[in-house]
């Protein structure tokens, strides 16, 4: 069972990678006011907001998956405490900073009062540089 664990840690990881580096082009498309007759904007913003809360469920399960294989010695703490991991610490850490990025930016909208629209795009294209890289 433990190599299901691994490989599904790394699936699930290449996978949220994927669809995090759609989500920011697809909000990078939208923010730009980019559509077409087959894509409207609202349909682009849709597919968007799918594409994230999709993102953040396989996000979960690389997660999860990462913290119960025994091999890495994950904890939940390495998972939001950049840099503190036994295991890789450098590129735990990178991932770690991400994930805290990628809470704060979740949680930025309603604290700022601000809508989605009126936030600039930039803050996001660092996360996902991060997210790249880790």
Same mark, same amino acid.
């Given at each position: 069972? *433990? /190599?299901?664990?691994?490989?599904?840690? %790394? *699936?699930?990881? $290449?996978?949220?990678?994927?669809?995090?580096?759609?989500?920011?082009?697809? +909000?990078?498309?939208?923010? *730009?006011?980019? @559509?077409? *007759?087959?894509? &409207?904007?609202?349909?682009?913003?849709?597919?968007?907001?799918? $594409?994230?809360?999709? !993102?953040?469920?396989?996000?979960?399960?690389?997660?999860? !998956?990462?913290?119960?294989? &025994? #091999?890495?010695?994950?904890?939940?703490?390495?998972?939001?405490?950049?840099?503190?991991?036994? #295991?890789?610490?450098?590129?735990? +850490?990178?991932?770690?900073?991400?994930?805290?990025?990628?809470?704060?930016?979740?949680?930025?909208?309603?604290?700022?009062?601000?809508?989605? /629209?009126?936030?600039? %795009?930039? &803050? @996001?294209?660092? %996360? #996902?540089?991060?997210?790249?890289?880790?």
């Amino acid at each position: 069972m *433990g /190599q299901a664990h691994w490989y599904l840690s %790394r *699936g699930t990881g $290449l996978v949220s990678l994927l669809l995090l580096t759609s989500t920011v082009v697809l +909000g990078a498309l939208h923010s *730009g006011r980019a @559509s077409t *007759g087959a894509w &409207p904007r609202f349909a682009l913003h849709a597919v968007h907001r799918n $594409l994230a809360l999709l !993102t953040v469920a396989f996000l979960g399960v690389h997660l999860s !998956t990462a913290i119960i294989d &025994p #091999y890495a010695g994950i904890t939940r703490l390495d998972t939001v405490l950049p840099f503190g991991a036994s #295991y890789h610490p450098f590129w735990l +850490g990178l991932g770690a900073t991400a994930l805290d990025l990628l809470i704060a930016g979740v949680f930025e909208n309603p604290i700022s009062g601000c809508r989605w /629209q009126e936030r600039s %795009r930039t &803050p @996001s294209i660092p %996360r #996902y540089s991060l997210r790249l890289v880790s």
